[in-house]
C-alpha cells in the first residue's frame, strides 16, 4: 500500500525532474515598467559622470518613454554640460519586487553606446555585498562583448567543470579578493553588445539563478536556435531545452543561499566612472580620445545612440 510519505516522495521525484520548468510571475511591457520600477534618483556608486533622474522628471524630458510594446530609456542627447554642474542626465530603474530563485528573459532592441557609456542590466540585494549580484549584460564604450558577472562575500568561488560558451576572466567572486571585479565571464559573440548588438536588431537575454547557481544565456535577434518559449515569452519556460548557457556559474563551491539574498532588477545607464572612465580603457576604444568627463560634459551628440530600446522583460519563478 502506498504510505503518504511514499506519495510525497514521488511526488518529490517528479518535483526534481521538472526542476528546470518555472512558470511566469511577472510581465514587463510598456509602461508596466513604470509602475513596476522605481526611478532611483541616486548618486552612482561607482563615482560616474551621471545625474539620474525621478520617474517625472525622466518621463517629462523623454529621457523615459514608455508606450505600446516599447520602453525607450536614453541619456540626454542634446544638453551641454558645465562642468561644475551635475553630470549628464540618465536612468537607473530599480524593480520594485524581489527576487530569489527565478528566470528573467529580456527582450531587448537596442543597448546604449558611445564613448563613455556604461549600460548595464543586473540584479542585486539590498545588503551589498552579503546579498550579492548578478550581472547579466555589461560593458563599456559599445565595443567588445557582453560580460556576465557574480559579486560577492568571501568564500563564493566557481571553479570546476563549468559547461559554457564564454570565456572565464576569474573565478573567485568575492569583491574584497578582486577590487570588486567579482567573477567574470566572456561572452565570444561579438553580437552580445554595443555596434554590433543595435545593427543586429539587439537579442534576448536570459538568467536562471537557482540552488544549483547561476547560468545567463544569450541569442542575437535572427539566431536559428532561439528556444521559442524564449522568443515567445511564453508562460512557462524549460531551461533544460535552451543549450549550453554562455556562462555557468556552479554552486560547486557557492553555497547560494550564504551569498546571495533576495534581489531587484536594475536597468541602468552611467557614463566614466571607475571602469569606462579609465584613461586606459576609455583611450584604448576606437574614436574615444581626451577625456571621457570631457566629451560627457561637451558632445552631447556623441550620446545620439546611447539608449536602451526594449521590448520586454519577463520573470519566471
Ligand atoms: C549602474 O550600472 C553600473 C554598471 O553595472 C554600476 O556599476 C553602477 O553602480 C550603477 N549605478 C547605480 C547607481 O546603481
Ligand atoms: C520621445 O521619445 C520617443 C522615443 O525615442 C520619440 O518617439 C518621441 O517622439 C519623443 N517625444 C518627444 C516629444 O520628443
Given at each position: 500500500?502506498?504510505?503518504?510519505?511514499?506519495?510525497?516522495?514521488?511526488?518529490c521525484?517528479?518535483c526534481?525532474?521538472?526542476?528546470?520548468?518555472?512558470?511566469?510571475?511577472?510581465?514587463?511591457?510598456?509602461?508596466?515598467?513604470?509602475?513596476?520600477?522605481?526611478h532611483?534618483?541616486?548618486a552612482?556608486p561607482?563615482?560616474?559622470?551621471?545625474?539620474?533622474?525621478?520617474?517625472?522628471?525622466?518621463?517629462?524630458?523623454?529621457?523615459?518613454?514608455?508606450?505600446?510594446?516599447?520602453?525607450?530609456?536614453r541619456a540626454?542627447?542634446?544638453?551641454?554640460?558645465?562642468?561644475?554642474?551635475?553630470?549628464?542626465?540618465?536612468?537607473r530603474?530599480?524593480?520594485k519586487k524581489?527576487?530569489?530563485?527565478?528566470?528573467?528573459v529580456?527582450?531587448?532592441?537596442?543597448?546604449?553606446?558611445?564613448?563613455?557609456?556604461?549600460p548595464?542590466?543586473w540584479?542585486?540585494?539590498?545588503?551589498?555585498?552579503?546579498?550579492?549580484?548578478?550581472?547579466?549584460?555589461?560593458?563599456?564604450?559599445?565595443?567588445?562583448s557582453?560580460?556576465?558577472?557574480?559579486h560577492?562575500?568571501?568564500g563564493c568561488?566557481?571553479?570546476?567543470s563549468?559547461?559554457?560558451?564564454?570565456?572565464?576572466?576569474?573565478?573567485n567572486?568575492?569583491?574584497a579578493a578582486?577590487?570588486?571585479?567579482g567573477c567574470?565571464?566572456?561572452?565570444?559573440?561579438?553580437k552580445?553588445?554595443?555596434?554590433?548588438?543595435?545593427?543586429?536588431?539587439?537579442?534576448?537575454?536570459?538568467m536562471?539563478?537557482?540552488?544549483?547557481?547561476?547560468?545567463v544565456?544569450f541569442?542575437?535577434?535572427?539566431?536559428?536556435?532561439?528556444?521559442?518559449?524564449?522568443?515567445?515569452?511564453?508562460?512557462s519556460?524549460?531551461?533544460?531545452?535552451w543549450?549550453?548557457?554562455?556562462?555557468?556559474?556552479?554552486?560547486?563551491?557557492?553555497d547560494?543561499?550564504?551569498?546571495?539574498?533576495?534581489?531587484?532588477?536594475?536597468?541602468?545607464?552611467?557614463?566614466?566612472?571607475?571602469?569606462?572612465?579609465q584613461?586606459a580603457?576609455?583611450?584604448?576604444?576606437?574614436?574615444?580620445s581626451?577625456s571621457c568627463?570631457?566629451?560627457?560634459?561637451?558632445?552631447?551628440g556623441s550620446?545620439?545612440w546611447?539608449?536602451?530600446?526594449?521590448?520586454?522583460?519577463k520573470?519566471?519563478?
Open positions: 500500500m502506498f504510505s503518504t510519505g511514499a506519495l510525497l516522495s514521488l511526488t521525484l517528479v526534481s525532474v521538472l526542476g528546470t520548468t518555472w512558470k511566469q510571475s511577472d510581465s514587463y511591457v510598456g509602461t508596466q515598467f513604470l509602475s513596476g520600477f522605481d532611483m534618483a541616486i552612482d561607482t563615482h560616474g559622470r551621471v545625474n539620474y533622474l525621478d520617474q517625472a522628471t525622466a518621463v517629462q524630458k523623454n529621457i523615459t518613454y514608455a508606450h505600446g510594446n516599447t520602453l525607450i530609456l540626454d542627447h542634446t544638453t551641454k554640460l558645465s562642468a561644475s554642474g551635475p553630470g549628464r542626465d540618465s536612468f530603474l530599480m524593480s524581489t527576487y530569489t530563485n527565478h528566470v528573467t529580456w527582450n531587448v532592441r537596442h543597448m546604449p553606446r558611445g564613448c563613455g557609456t556604461w548595464a542590466l540584479e542585486f540585494g539590498a545588503n551589498w555585498p552579503a546579498q550579492g549580484e548578478v550581472d547579466i549584460m555589461e560593458g563599456v564604450n559599445g565595443h567588445g557582453n560580460q556576465a558577472t557574480l560577492t562575500t568571501a568561488t566557481v571553479g570546476g563549468r559547461s559554457m560558451t564564454g570565456t572565464s576572466l576569474g573565478t567572486c568575492d569583491v578582486t577590487g570588486n571585479a567574470s565571464v566572456f561572452d565570444t559573440s561579438s552580445s553588445f554595443g555596434i554590433n548588438f543595435n545593427s543586429n536588431g539587439g537579442g534576448f537575454f536570459a536562471e539563478r537557482s540552488s544549483s547557481g547561476v547560468k544565456w541569442w542575437p535577434r535572427h539566431a536559428s536556435n532561439i528556444p521559442s518559449d524564449v522568443l515567445n515569452g511564453a508562460t519556460v524549460n531551461t533544460a531545452n543549450g549550453t548557457p554562455m556562462a555557468d556559474f556552479p554552486s560547486t563551491s557557492c547560494m543561499a550564504s551569498h546571495f539574498g533576495p534581489h531587484n532588477i536594475v536597468i541602468n545607464l552611467t557614463f566614466c566612472g571607475d571602469w569606462a572612465g584613461a580603457i576609455y583611450n584604448s576604444q576606437d574614436g574615444c581626451g568627463v570631457d566629451n560627457v560634459n561637451n558632445n552631447p550620446f545620439d546611447a539608449y536602451f530600446d526594449v521590448a520586454w522583460l520573470i519566471y519563478q
